[in-house]
Each structure stands twice: as C-alpha cells, then as structure tokens.
C-alpha cells in the first residue's frame, strides 16, 4: 500500500469506511466504494508514473462530463502532485485552442463525444477517459505535496476576455471543505446530487469535494434535467443540494412538482445569482428551505452563505462571510465602508488563490497593494447585522442560466466580422435565464447583415450561451467625454 499525505483523503476513508458507497453514475448506475475508489486511483496514479512518465507539477486535462473515471483521475492527481485541468464542453474549438495553449497540458482525457472539439496538436496526446482496463498496480512515487502545489487550473474569462486560469492548491481545497462543513454541516453521512458542469467550480468545490474530504455520498449526473433530478433526491435519500436559480424554476414547472416528496433535504443551496422571492415561497409552501451564498473560482469558491431562516426577511442578501473567510468594503477614495455604504469587496484567508496560471499581470491587478487582499471586483454593502448585498459588478459581467459572462469576450467576437464597425454587449434580464446578452452593433458602409448572421458568426467562436440573445443596430454608440463607450446609456435605450 502507498504511503499516504495529507490531502490524499480517499486514502484514509478506504481505511476508514472502505465499504461506503463513494459515488454513483447517473444512466450506467455504476457505484463505487471508497476501497476501490482508492485502488482505482492508485492504479491510475502507477500509470502516470511509470506509463505517462508524469512527475509532479505536469499537468494533464480533461474534457469530459461527470463519471467515475473523472473522479479517480481527481483523486490520483490528489496523490501525485500532478495538476488537472477541466475544460469546457461548451466552448467553441477556438475557445479551447486558447486554454489549451495557455495551460500546455502533456495528456487530454477526452470522453469520445468531445474528442472533436480539440484541436489537433503534437504538443500533447489525446487519450481516452476509461480506466477499465488500467491494471491494479499501487506502485508510483510517492513525492511530498505542499499545501500551496495546485491541485487544479480553472480557467475563468476576466475583463479583457482572455481567459485565466485560476491556480487551486491543496490549501484551497482543504480549507474550501472546512467552511463548507461549518456553514452546511457537511459528515460522513452526507449526500449530494451534482448537476453543475465538470468545468466549473461549483461542480468541483462547492459540494463534491466537500464530501470528499468528509467521506460522504454523490451522485453523478451528466447534465441537468429536471423532472430526473427530483426522482433522484428522493429515491438517493439526498439531504443537501445545489443549484442555480434557472435550474430551481424549471423544477418548479414541473408537473410532479406538487406532488414531490423529498422529506430528506435539509436544504437546497443556491448560487449564481439571486433567487426571486416567488420562487423562494414556492419551495417554502413544501418545507424545502433555501440557502442563497456568493462564491468566486478565485477565492474558494465557497465564501457567504445566507442562512434558510433569513431567506425572506434578507432577500437578495448573500448572507454573512463563511468562517474562515475575512473581509473587508473598500470605497473608491481607499477608505473602508461603513455601515450601508456601497464599496468593493476584498477577501482575504486560506482559501484564496496564490495568483493565475502564467499571468503576473493579472495577477498583480487582483490584489491589493500589499499582496494580503483580493479584489473581487464586485460592489456591496454591509447592513447593520452584517448581512452582504451585491449592488453592482465592477467588472460588468452578468449570469445566464448560472454561467459568467464577460461583455469584452463577447465584443472580442464580434469585432473579428468584417462588417461591423463597432460593438457593446450588455446584461439584460431573462425569466428563464436569469439574464441574457444585448448587443449593440454598428454596421461600416457598404454591408447589410441581419440578426441571423451576427449569431452564426459567433457560434464559431463563443459558447451558445455567451450568444447575444438581442441584437439592435444602431448608426453610432453613445460615448462619454473621453470617449469611452456609455454603459448607462445604453442600458436605458
């Protein structure tokens, strides 16, 4: 047997609790105990090693939805020291060429139905995400891991629309998990459903490798669909899950939705943007309580959490910092905040990132002068109880359906069409989506193009739902008196 680390926490729960169920497939019903979730990841660690030739600090990726198999190779990067890094199923091939480039991986996993999606390069080897056939060898090299060695690149899209990625350590991991568990009571006795994507970090930190960590129970769903995913928490007796607020209304739409019966959820945790007040009652009319929190890739992800008692008389609120997370409210003139004052909100803790993957710029911008604090870029107020509300992004991002987007990444797209001359995006509210994307187009003389042909040209280079869902033409943009383009304005058009 492999000497165990620190961090290496199947290791410990296959002595613990070997014959507990770790993990369960959606569709295929595969289940996996913590013993052989152990063995599968140490099998696969002894390929790395002595197959791949991997040592610690390379990085391997993966473009793939939640399996098993996607977990072992989690779990082995835990034990080795390599760096995995997630890609994103949704992003045009260009969009992935750009990470891909960026992270310089030495292997793609691929699930056979995302191969396509990857550029061709002899830079790194694609392989296949199925460890059947690995043998049961648990001999690799046992290096030691330092609680700041990244355990993850998530790549996240900032201002400049240039993707970043953000670099997860050990650190992060552990301390996420420990505010999780103080702000969620998470144990052994734990079970989740996760419906959030692979590629995102509300997939991996906000509760699967919690439960990890605490030798808890999740099932595994590829994609997210609603009717499925009551009928599995009640049938997997889940007591916490996760969602975006896009996801909680088409629950709510279903048909079975008055009928359904999930008496073992303690409460559904909600992120991505705020929940309406009806649709906080609907579930409160069944005794389903709801946990609103605010989280960054950068800093967690894991960092206020509003308590289900509060969800009425504190709507919108984000509720209060998580144990191990401090803050503080920043004004634009340097000084701190007071009471219902708006200001930036920075962080500082255990779970924030060290800096982003080969970028020194962007990194040096993200904290504050003296390197202790993280500027998340967002705008609050603190009220007299403490309480969080979000007022404003600094950085003009908005949230469709749970997923961030960036004006400039999309405004990067569309200056690459010949026919137009200039280009705003904006966030504006969607009922179904939560919000969707306007742009703003100005056409150079001599084209004629319509709406149609402004979307096909971004389904090459953007995800569909970083695709504007509006488009107005407009003969010039409002500008400021520097020149810069008028936001205000052009929300009020």
């Keep these: 047997m492999a000497e165990m680390h620190g961090y290496d926490w199947v290791s410990k729960w296959a002595l613990y609790s070997p014959n507990h169920i770790a993990l369960q497939e959606h569709g295929s019903g595969a289940v996996i105990s913590y013993k052989d979730l152990n063995e599968k990841a140490d099998a696969l660690s002894s390929y790395f090693n002595n197959g791949l030739r991997l040592q610690k600090g390379d990085r391997i990726a993966c473009i793939a939805m939640y399996s098993i198999s996607y977990v072992v190779l989690f779990v082995a990067c835990q034990k080795t020291g390599i760096i995995l890094v997630p890609l994103n199923y949704r992003l045009a091939s260009k969009e992935l060429g750009e990470i891909i480039h960026d992270a310089d991986p030495k292997f793609i996993f691929a699930q056979d139905q995302f191969s396509s999606l990857i550029p061709q390069s002899h830079h790194y080897q694609l392989l296949e995400l199925d460890f059947h056939s690995i043998p049961l060898n648990t001999t690799f090299d046992r290096t030691s891991i330092d609680e700041d060695d990244p355990i993850m690149i998530l790549y996240t899209s900032g201002t400049s629309g240039s993707p970043k990625g953000v670099l997860y350590s050990h650190k992060m991991l552990f301390w996420n998990s420990i505010n999780t568990e103080i702000s969620l009571h998470i144990n052994s006795n734990s079970k989740t459903i996760i419906v959030m994507p692979s590629f995102h970090t509300g997939g991996w930190n906000v509760l699967l490798t919690p439960l990890l960590h605490h030798g808890g129970f999740t099932y595994l769903m590829q994609k997210f669909d609603a009717e499925e995913v009551m009928q599995k928490i009640e049938e997997t007796q889940c007591n916490v899950f996760m969602g975006v607020p896009t996801m909680l209304a088409m629950m709510a739409q279903e048909s079975s939705f008055e009928k359904w019966n999930p008496k073992y959820l303690d409460y559904i945790i909600v992120g991505g943007e705020a929940m309406p007040l009806a649709l906080i009652e609907k579930y409160a009319k069944k005794n ?203 929300k009020n058009l």
Excluded at 444 to 470: F, M, R
């Design 288 to 490: 389903i309580a709801i946990r609103q929190g605010y989280g960054m890739t950068e800093v967690g992800p894991n960092l206020t959490s509003l308590h289900q008692d509060d969800a009425i008389r504190k709507m919108g609120s984000i509720g209060r910092p998580n144990f191990y997370v401090d803050i503080k409210i920043i004004k634009e003139n340097g000084d701190s905040a007071l009471v219902d004052e708006n200001g930036e909100l920075w962080l500082k803790g255990p779970m924030v990132t060290k800096a982003y993957f080969r970028n020194d710029e962007a990194s040096l911008n993200a904290f504050s002068e003296d390197g202790h604090w993280f500027k998340t870029g967002d705008i609050v107020r603190q009220d007299s109880e403490q309480y969080l509300f979000i007022i404003d992004r600094l950085k003009n991002m908005f949230i469709s359906g749970g997923e961030n987007v960036y004006p400039a990444e999309v405004e990067r797209a569309l200056r690459k069409m010949k026919a137009i001359k200039e280009c705003a995006v904006i966030g504006i509210p969607d009922e179904k989506w939560g919000e969707v994307g306007k742009a703003f187009i100005v056409i150079n003389e001599g084209h004629d193009v319509c709406d149609q042909d402004i979307t096909s040209h971004c389904s090459i280079y953007l995800a569909k739902y970083k695709i504007p869902k509006q488009i107005i033409f407009i003969n010039e943009l409002p500008k400021t008196d520097s020149g810069k383009i008028n936001h205000k304005i052009l």
